[in-house]
Nanobody, 117 residues
Framework: QVQLVESGGGLVQPGGSLRLSCAAS????????MHWYRQTPGKQRELVVG?????RTNYADSVKGRFTISRVKNTVYLQMNSLKPEDTAVYYC?????????????WGQGTQVTVSS
């Protein structure tokens, strides 16, 4: 069993910064990929950024130059700078894991990010 725990969301003014974290724990596993998604009411969940096990990153155009994904062991971070009101959403981490030889996808519980003055 694997658990993902997200933290770091909150309310920030436009132009401010937040750092989200997502820690994976539990059964022995290896990580194939780590992603951050976000979702606003009435819209589909969208990919913000992903990072492969080899360190290759893929950012949505809307966040390039402002957001940075990083990983330390089994924790993935999303550093968000120069935040805009349109970045307001629930952010979810998503991990592609190999557990007991099986590939599975795991989601965090989501954390609210609100950018407002």
């Amino acid at each position: 069993q694997v658990q993902l725990v997200e933290s770091g969301g909150g309310l920030v003014q436009p132009g401010g910064s937040l750092r989200l974290s997502c820690a994976a724990s539990g059964s022995s596993f290896s990580i194939n990929g780590m992603h951050w998604y976000r979702q606003t009411p009435g819209k589909q969940r969208e990919l913000v950024v992903g990072i492969t096990s080899g360190g290759r990153t893929n950012y949505a155009d809307s966040v390039k130059g402002r957001f940075t994904i990083s990983r330390v062991k089994n924790t993935v971070y999303l550093q968000m700078n120069s935040l805009k009101p349109e970045d307001t959403a629930v952010y979810y981490c998503n991990l592609d894991l190999i557990v007991a030889g099986w590939a599975n996808e795991y989601w965090g519980q989501g954390t609210q990010v609100t950018v407002s003055s």
